[in-house]
């Protein structure tokens, strides 16, 4: 009714807002979409509490006039924000935007030691804390947060005392001030300039200290413009990453551009949700759609046998359909980055194919594949998924039963996209095109040689494995008072993004591993370990890995072992903790390393993994894992060191 109501009114347009910075992209979204509904949050009995674009501005607009005069907050200031998703996280972020400053946003799982080194070094005086729980755990480290002077909690029903102030209270003291004639927001808003901060992120990082990645309404800005799709106010997004993360937060801007609505969700909602919102584009991470993927091949082994024949039948014709169609349109690549070759009798046999089994395709999908696209809601148009590498088995699965994963890349420090798949260039296998406005350089890791773009070498370079270097508006002003660590990641402009990859010969970017993940043998040879990981993970006795041997004769692995996976197999276990201890386990893990992990199955020798320890629990967020999901590999390895020597005692350098 919304959106008709605004039909009505020509408010439904694809073309995306114009501004020059966020708070002015804000100020226009409450002019042109007015009471259509902008964030939603799930209440009791799963109806949602909608907050319109016209009312999420007021608010912002409020609380930006109460922050400037109680607060005290200047223009350029730095506030922070501990919180996770929820609609007071958008409200606060308009609020800080609209007075000019620039918030230090993380979410609830953050650390104590992260907590005392990132707000001193951020200087930050103001600080948002979610609700009553994270204002304990500030107020018990307050000594060691000598700057902050202004404690505010988000939560509505939340209890406060001894200074500390209350969010919505904030709102209503603004509100009052403009009610009275207070218009500085309007002048904070005319003198932000393109290259002021807009946030000041840091990075949880696979490695080291936490490093505060600048941002400007620039960088942000250009994400938006340069999108290679558009929404429009009928699209629905669900909000399931974290919000403080950059990937999560340009979506939010986007949705924001096109006055779409964004509901906030959590995992353990996230399976009623999708059912209730039906959304039209989510944002997600590929740990999702591995679960997805599991869950499904999971409930199809345990249900009947006609339902098992159905589904694998269904699949199938939809292989031979999609499959065949993404050959004939060059959507497929090789090793080398190149289009798989389309001959004339190659062609002719795919085309063929398509057509024998496009009838009982069509049939089939009706009967069983629209049932999986059910699981998120029957309306998705497609999921970008970015923070990490989607594993191949699963990116094919969902595309090919009709739902599209448009894989991106990115990283912080370039806010954060760098290539996106689009619908009409989705090729399996890459990161789609490199982002309008955007340069990609291809760097030999040895010699330091431009091996894309060189005009002097076959195909201009593409196709040549090499390390990635991005130039563009989207990329960071620095580290904040970090010029050490700017200065080895950002040169002339050229931001350093550590990851290995090419340019395939369709012009698509294809990640194939870090440089800093990178595993150098004892012979000397380099391997990328996450294609391997990538392969073990594939077994459904498997829930996570971790390859190691650096330094070592050869590679191993730590294997996190699914409960439910060896429960098919007759080995029954209430956690992986026990299958680490069952000696019965170590048997069927090593035949399906060994099994999936081999030179016939395209790996080299050398790439062979030739031991694995069991380990007892699941690599989680916060602790082992960063809140991407990337592994933080120097933590694993020294939580599991006497694993891996154990695996090497025998076999290792020392042999």
Known sequence: ???????????????????????????????????????????????????????????????????????????????????????????????????????????????????????????????????????????????????????????????VSGGVLKMQDLIAEGRALRGAGDREVEERVAAIRPDDLFTLIYTSGTTGTPKGVQLTHANMISQVRNLPFALTPQDRLISILPIWHSYERVFEMVAICFGACTYYTSLRGIAEDLKRVRPTMMPSAPRLWEHLYLKIFNSVKSGPALNQFLFHTAYFCSRMVQGSWYFLTCRKIDLTGRPLPLSLVLGLGHALRALVFLIPYLILDALVLRKLRGVVGGCLRGTISGGGALQPHVDEFFNYIGIPVLEGYGMTET???????????????????????????????????????????????????????????????????????????????????????????????????????????????????????????????????????????QLGVLVVPSVEGYAQHGIQAATAAELAQNAAALPLMAAEIKRLVNTASGFKSFEVVTDFRLVPKAFEVGDEMTSTFKLKRHIITAKYQPLIDEMYKDTGRNA
Not at 101 to 112: H, I, S
Not at 424 to 429: A, D, E, V
Not at 472 to 490: C, D, F, R
């Open 415 to 553: 806010a954060p996209v760098l290539a996106v798949r689009s619908w009409k260039r989705l090729i399996i296998g890459t990161v789609g095109p490199i982002f309008p406005q955007t340069e990609i350089r291809i760097v030999d890791l040895n010699t330091g040689e431009i091996l894309y773009p060189n005009a002097s070498k076959a195909g201009g370079g593409r196709g040549l494995k090499g390390e990635i270097h991005a130039k563009g508006p989207q990329v960071m002003k620095g580290y904040y008072k970090n010029p050490e660590a700017t200065a080895k990641v950002l040169k002339d402009g050229w931001m350093n993004t550590g990851d290995i990859g090419m340019v395939t010969f369709n012009d698509c970017l294809k990640i194939m591993g870090r440089s800093k993940d990178t595993i150098v043998l004892l012979s000397g040879e380099n391997i990328e370990p996450i294609p391997i990981e990538a392969r073990i993970c594939q077994s459904p006795l498997v829930d996570q890995c971790m390859v190691v041997g650096q330094d070592q004769k």
């Open 1 to 159: 009714m919304e959106v008709e109501a605004a039909a009505s009114k020509g408010l439904i347009m694809s073309d995306r807002i114009v501004a020059q910075n966020l708070a002015e992209m804000y100020t226009q979204a409450a002019a042109r979409f007015g009471e259509l509904p902008a964030f939603a949050t799930r209440k009791k009995g799963g109806e949602w509490d909608k907050i319109s674009y016209e009312e999420l501005y007021e608010q912002g607009v409020c609380l930006a006039t109460a922050l400037m005069v109680r607060g005290g907050v200047q223009a350029r200031d730095h506030v922070g924000i501990l919180a996770d998703n929820r609609r007071e996280w958008i409200i606060a972020d308009y609020g800080i935007l609209l007075c000019g400053a620039a918030d230090v946003p993380r979410g609830t799982d953050v650390t104590d030691g992260d907590i005392t080194y990132i707000i001193p070094h951020a200087d930050v005086k103001v600080l948002f804390v979610e609700n009553v729980s994270m204002l304990k755990r500030v107020t018990a480290l307050i000594d060691q947060l000598p700057l902050v002077r202004v404690l505010i909690v988000m939560d509505p029903a939340a209890e």
